[in-house]
T-cell receptor
Framework: DAGVIQSPRHEVTEMGQEVTLRCKPI?????LFWYRQTMMRGLELLIY????????DSGMPEDRFSAKMPNASFSTLKIQPSEPRDSAVYFC???????????????????FGDGTRLSIL | AQSVTQLGSHVSVSEGALVLLRCNYS??????LFWYVQYPNQGLQLLLK??????LVKGINGFEAEFKKSETSFHLTKPSAHMSDAAEYFC????????????FGAGTRLFVKA
């Protein structure tokens, strides 16, 4: 079965440019997460979606960051304009949150993509 | 609020020795607990999880973890380390009444010496 697919795997661009990261979750999963990983700050949750609706974007660092999920099989994370401090590995993860479990935390594991390594020069 | 503390950012063991990676959590309600492993240039992969039931949980690659409520711990162990176990390991907690977030620990990098 195909896992979570992220593209591109690597992105190098100059500061000020717009960057778009893409994610295709596992088919049938209804929740999607965007994380950022750096040596200094570890793994940070940026935003998560449930049934294509953003539930919590409190981890999004600035207005320069935006995320969308137009349908159940695709999500984007956009940075505009990009800055050198945005350099990191960005991960997308998905999971299945079973109906009827309310707004509670999930007992299902998250499935991660292999990440996008972003370098802003 | 839930939180996760992993004791030791780096752990080094010899091949064949016991692996013990420590994780303590803070949660106001019974948590769901997870261990993930991350190999270089890859995303996190689930090793094992505890939700309810038996407190000793077995995962992939010979790893296991025991949920100890009285100690608020979920330490990861493996009787005999293999070179291929060298990776970064993350403990995570998801609270039943904690919205939808899973909180990850800072990670422990495991080194295995020949």
């Amino acid at each position: 079965d195909a896992g979570v697919i992220q593209s591109p795997r690597h992105e190098v661009t100059e500061m000020g440019q717009e960057v778009t990261l893409r994610c295709k979750p596992i088919s049938g999963h209804n929740s999607l997460f965007w994380y950022r990983q750096t040596m200094m700050r570890g793994l940070e949750l940026l935003i998560y979606f449930n049934n294509n609706v953003p539930i919590d974007d409190s981890g999004m660092p600035e207005d320069r960051f935006s995320a969308k999920m137009p349908n159940a099989s695709f999500s984007t994370l956009k940075i505009q304009p990009s800055e050198p401090r945005d350099s990191a590995v960005y991960f997308c993860a998905s999971t299945l949150k079973r109906p009827g479990t309310g707004g509670a935390g999930s007992n299902q594991p998250q499935h991660f993509g292999d990440g996008t390594r972003l370098s802003i020069l | 609020a839930q939180s996760v503390t992993q004791l030791g950012s780096h752990v080094s063991v010899s091949e064949g020795a016991l692996v013990l990676l420590r994780c303590n959590y803070s949660s106001s309600v019974p948590p769901y607990l997870f261990w993930y492993v991350q190999y270089p240039n890859q995303g996190l992969q689930l090793l094992l999880k505890y939700t309810t039931g038996a407190t000793l949980v077995k995962g992939i690659n010979g790893f296991e973890a025991e949920f100890k409520k009285s100690e608020t711990s979920f330490h990861l162990t493996k009787p005999s380390a293999h070179m291929s176990d060298a990776a970064e390991y993350f403990c995570a907690v998801s609270e039943v009444a904690g919205g939808f977030k899973t909180i990850f620990g800072a990670g422990t990098r495991l080194f295995v010496k020949a």
